[in-house]
């Protein structure tokens, strides 16, 4: 078995579509506008695999992330150079937090959010 796609439903398409593709460099595959839900779907890839579906519906009520509620905690991308990918996005405009060690594998890793305030994860391959 295997993870599919993640779904993310978005307040602001338009920013959402922005943030992951200019900012995350993550690719479209697919986009959508489905009239009878008067909303969008975005499939989006990485290196040639299908991994988020962003949608857009209309006034979705917000996400809670603080404090950390049931459900889904973050998604997490793993990159080659953490270091050089936190330098990257922070040169896109993007708050990061700090370069952390995970005390368990010895790898680095820091965390960052979307225009929704969803936590993402960039953590060392």
């Keep these: 078995m295997n993870i ?3 779904a993310i ?3 602001d ?8 593709t200019d900012i ?3 690719r479209i595959l697919r986009e959508v506008y489905r009239k009878d839900r ?6 989006l890839g990485i290196g040639g695999h299908y991994v988020i579906e962003l949608f857009s519906f209309p006034d979705p009520p917000p996400r809670i992330s603080h404090p950390e509620a049931c459900g889904l905690r973050h ?3 793993s990159v080659e150079d953490v270091v050089q990918k936190r330098a990257e996005l922070v040169s896109k405009g993007l708050e990061c937090e700090a370069v952390r060690t995970d005390e368990f594998t010895g790898k680095k890793f820091f965390f960052t959010a979307d225009p929704d305030h969803l936590p993402l994860e960039f953590y060392e391959e």
């Excluded at 398409?13 to 992951?20: I, T």
């Excluded at 008067?38 to 499939?43: A, G, I, R, W």
């Design 13 to 20: 398409y338009e920013a959402s579509k922005r943030f992951y």
């Design 24 to 26: 995350l460099g993550l």
């Design 9 to 11: 439903i978005c307040s």
């Design 38 to 43: 008067d909303s969008y779907k975005l499939d």
């Design 4 to 6: 599919h796609h993640i």
């Design 75 to 77: 998604l997490a991308f």
